[in-house]
């Protein structure tokens, strides 16, 4: 089973994703992770992505698909994968058709986690990331004191791409980008619209459905 969650940044996918790792074995391939990665790595590659994450940019159709190509060949993804942040342009969503065909592959299934706009700003003023373990830590829900991470005690900092000079511009991308996306996957039937208002388990309720229908 190959999923791709879509939708807005601060919407939830990642955690979503971690959700459904857990129940179906899947292998989770967050786009996010692995170009800050890239970035953590500081070769020159990685110094273009970060200039272009601070930014508040995509990342080149180019640099995605090469990186996509090169993690979906794995054998890890045997069993099936869950796309976090991919495809963002339909240009990336046609390579990505293209690259599951010449694995005698395909996608079935295209979740949207639906969140209203000023909900979504209000997530990412509040979302933290951990300095020592990566962990993602959102102000409004978890149960943070002193800014330390609640999982190992590290220091909570801001990410660059979840700074608030860098937040409008992220939506306005998302709007020009990656929303012609959604109509994209609604014309091919792959798409499926989930509330993602609510917590987090009310959420990942609302996606089983749709995956065990």
């Known amino acids: 089973m190959n999923i791709i969650l879509f939708g807005p940044p601060g919407v939830g ?6 959700l459904l790792v857990e129940r179906f074995n899947l292998k989770h391939i967050s786009t996010g992770d692995i170009l800050r990665a890239e970035v953590q790595k500081n070769t020159e590659l990685g110094n273009r992505i970060k200039s272009i994450l601070e930014a508040g940019k995509l990342v080149s159709d180019d640099i995605m698909i090469e990186i996509i ?7 890890e993804i045997k069993k099936g994968v869950i796309l976090d942040g991919f495809p963002r342009t339909v240009a990336q969503a046609i390579a990505l058709g293209k690259l599951f065909e010449e694995l005698n592959n395909k996608i079935d299934f295209v979740i949207y986690i639906d969140v209203d706009e000023e909900q979504i700003v209000k997530r990412l003023e509040n979302r933290y990331s951990c300095k020592s373990c990566g962990k993602i830590v959102n102000k409004m829900i978890d149960n943070v004191v002193d800014m330390k991470c609640p999982s190992c005690g590290g220091e909570l900092i801001k990410r660059d791409d979840d700074k608030p000079e860098t937040i409008l511009n992220r939506m306005n991308v998302y709007r020009d980008s990656t929303e012609p996306v959604k109509k994209y996957y609604q014309q091919q039937n792959l798409l499926f619209v989930v509330d993602g208002s609510g917590s987090v388990n009310e959420v990942s309720e609302r996606i089983n459905k749709i995956l065990e229908s």
């Open 69 to 75: 190509k090169k993690t979906i060949q794995s054998d």
């Open 13 to 18: 996918k990642g955690t979503q994703a971690k």
